[in-house]
């Protein structure tokens, strides 16, 4: 830990992947809480994964693949969110094409890209080493895109999530902010890309919120606690990941999920130590 903290005062790089996972980690603090109470984690996982299309799009084009990764998530929402309200009854077979067909096109167009091609790797399992400045610039517009909407629209969000019925008899227009969900679902999903790559990423977006929920009684607590266990963990993760010289993305995944685990299996300690019937006094 020690080697760590001495290198990131002399490397500009690691300076800048910290940077990177506290940027990714208020995107996944902010909406994480919403996709674990809205149930969508599988929804959010055909976001993500049909991302790597447009990258690749954008990598064969010459263009900037966060770009065509922020496009792409946001139309992969869109179509999701309205096959779910159009469609019920095979969402789950459009989603799983969806998701299926999004890898299969960016794998497609990176493997015909003219002269070099950018490392696969590197899309799918993140290399938060490797984060540019102007990645930086643009992962903060984007989180702040997504605190201007969320704090904006939240008591609108909180009742689409919890119960949409509800909502619609309050007047709210349930159908255009669910899908403005989804949308923020796909920024926060271009958020974490270079931290975590696709494949990690839903474990980063629910991991530190289900955590948080286990200790914290609404939802705005959730958010806090979610982003500040998010900065934690990509920071340890990292921390831990530069000596050994192990991939920063994975051991990030790891330590979210041991820490999931444990909070689980003190949470259900705590439940069953809550529920236990009180011994009745003795008498003298």
Known sequence: MTEFIDAVGRHGFLQQALLA?????????????????KRITFLAGGIAHSVLGGMGV?????????????LSAVLAALLIGWVRLTWRTGEDTAIGALWAIGMAVGILFIAHTPGYAQDLMSFLF???LLVPPRSLWFMAALDLLLLAVVLGG????????FDEEFARLRGVPVTFFYLLLLVLVAVTVVLMIQVVGLILVIALLTLPAAVAGHWTYSLAAMMVAGTLL?????SAGLALSYGPDLPAGPTIILLAGALYLSSAVLAWLRGRWRASPTLP???A
């Open 230 to 234: 998010g900065s934690g963990l990509t």
């Open 21 to 37: 996972g506290l940027l990714a980690s208020l995107g996944c603090g902010l909406i994480g809480p919403f996709v674990l109470v």
């Open 154 to 161: 939240y008591r609108q969000f909180v009742a689409v999530a």
């Open 126 to 128: 993140g290399n938060i």
């Open 281 to 283: 006094a003795a008498r």
């Open 58 to 70: 954008a990598v064969y084009l010459g263009a900037d693949p966060l770009v065509g990764a922020l």
